[in-house]
């Protein structure tokens, strides 16, 4: 029987009201729709955000067959765990297997054949070495991502792609406010995946305080990759580099939706919420 620790992710949702039907259980075809939310949530978690992921390596995937077991229903307000791990990657193809539970219970389990096709022509093509090493990469719990940090001329471009993206893009902040003049100077960390798609930056401002402090700014992930981990990663490494230069305080100014974030990493608010480019952000500080 198929068990959860026999899949290499397994992502947690909750049974709605509209996905019941007239006999009181999940509709039969909402596990498609359940299975589509967890392999998007693979994506995720492997360092391959969709679209980004598949786009960086200037293709896509479709679905070519989908086969699956009913064993037990699921009902109102049921939490399922959908199993989904790679079982075989082939020349153009991949193949997943995937189950659901219901607390423990066994519910539904299937076989999905997704095609890699090339986006400029729309047909099948060769799964790229790049995309079979990061599914290799999660199988074998290695590393998915990489944090480089260095210079603005080191890392600049794969940073300037992120903050165009998130503080441009998604947040409207007007691009003439984005760059200043602390980039060359400062220490910028990079986030990728393993073929080198940038996710994720921040920086490091030496401030030359007493005590010695430092500032991090420019901390930005894409919207496909929050949640996994990654602005953790590079705070701990920024923290790394402070460290290696007797840097006593970190600063920072955070975007109040984002407070509890640093405090749970240490970081404490100083003073009161002010304006920042039309976004209320909290000074937070944390001793080294």
């Known amino acids: 029987m198929s068990i959860p620790a026999q899949y290499s992710f397994v992502h947690r949702l909750r049974v709605r009201w509209s996905e019941v039907d007239a006999q009181q259980v999940v509709f039969n075809g909402h596990y498609v729709t ?28 479709y679905m070519r067959a989908n086969s699956l077991q ?24 991949i193949t997943v297997g995937w189950a ?20 400029a022509t729309r047909k099948p093509a060769a799964v790229p070495d790049s995309l079979r090493e990061q599914i290799a990469a999660h199988a074998a719990e290695r590393p998915v991502h990489a944090v480089k940090a260095g210079s603005w001329q080191e890392v600049g471009e ?16 007007p ?7 602390d980039d060359p100077g400062a220490i910028h960390v990079v986030a990728t995946n393993l073929a080198g798609l940038p996710l994720a ?31 953790q990663l590079m705070l701990e490494s920024l923290i790394g580099q402070a460290r290696e230069r007797q840097i006593r305080q970190l600063a920072l100014h955070a975007q109040v939706s984002a407070q509890g974030f640093y405090a749970r990493l240490g970081f404490i608010p100083e003073g009161p919420v002010f304006d920042e480019v039309g976004i209320p952000h909290q000074r937070m500080t944390l001793a080294l």
């Open 70 to 93: 009913y064993h037990a229903p699921a009902r109102l307000d049921d939490w399922l765990d959908v199993g989904v791990r790679c079982d075989k990657v082939g020349n153009s193809s």
């Open 201 to 231: 930056t921040c920086r490091l401002i030496y401030l030359g305080q007493e005590p010695v402090t430092s500032k991090i700014g420019r901390m930005a992930v894409l919207r496909s990759s929050r949640g996994i981990g990654l602005g």
């Open 175 to 181: 691009e003439s406010e984005e760059w200043d003049d």
């Open 34 to 61: 359940y299975l589509d939310v967890a392999i998007s949530e693979y994506w995720r978690v492997i360092g391959l955000p969709y679209p980004e992921g598949l786009q960086h390596v200037q293709g896509d995937l």
């Open 100 to 119: 659901i539970w219901a607390q423990g219970r066994l519910l539904v389990t299937g076989e999905a054949v997704y095609v890699f096709t090339d986006l």
């Open 158 to 173: 794969a940073a300037r792609a992120v903050r165009l993206a998130v503080f441009v893009g998604e947040q409207g902040i």
